[in-house]
């Protein structure tokens, strides 16, 4: 499935990209949140990113563990090829999902389309 196929108009409108053997979803996480739970998409001042909140607080990386048990589960893939990128520290963060990327797209498009 393409990202057209998402209802997104254009590849460079994602909240996500390839890289070597992975693909790099930018999120903006929001912790704190009364539930874990992905929102869709937003804008943000890097581009578009997945929307997401956690329970969790923003100390000792729980937060960013939780996000990376959500998306891990969100998108029925292993935790463990799920990792933080970039962005330990910020609310919108690169993650890195490790995998077949045509088949972490589609699954990416999909989830997306059933959440816009």
Same mark, same amino acid.
């Given at each position: 499935?393409?990202?057209?196929?998402?209802?997104i108009?254009?590849?460079?409108?994602?909240?996500?990209?390839?890289?070597?053997?992975?693909?790099?979803?930018?999120?903006?996480?929001?912790p704190?949140?009364? +539930?874990?739970?992905?929102?869709? /998409? *937003?804008? @943000?001042?890097?581009?578009?990113? =997945?929307? %997401? #909140?956690?329970?969790a607080?923003?100390?000792?990386?729980?937060?960013?563990?939780?996000?990376?048990?959500?998306?891990?589960?969100w998108?029925?893939?292993?935790?463990?090829?799920?990792?933080?990128?970039?962005?330990? +520290?910020?609310?919108?963060?690169? /993650? *890195?999902? @490790?995998g077949?990327?045509?088949? =972490?797209? %589609? #699954?990416?498009?999909?989830?997306?389309?059933?959440?816009?």
């Amino acid at each position: 499935m393409t990202p057209e196929g998402a209802g997104i108009a254009h590849p460079s409108q994602v909240p996500w990209r390839r890289g070597a053997g992975c693909v790099i979803v930018r999120v903006r996480i929001t912790p704190k949140s009364s +539930k874990d739970t992905i929102d869709g /998409v *937003e804008e @943000t001042a890097d581009g578009p990113a =997945i929307k %997401a #909140r956690v329970r969790a607080v923003p100390a000792d990386g729980a937060a960013n563990a939780a996000l990376m048990k959500l998306l891990a589960d969100w998108l029925g893939v292993p935790k463990s090829n799920v990792g933080l990128a970039h962005g330990g +520290k910020s609310r919108v963060k690169s /993650v *890195e999902i @490790t995998g077949n990327a045509e088949e =972490i797209e %589609a #699954r990416l498009a999909a989830r997306l389309a059933g959440v816009v």
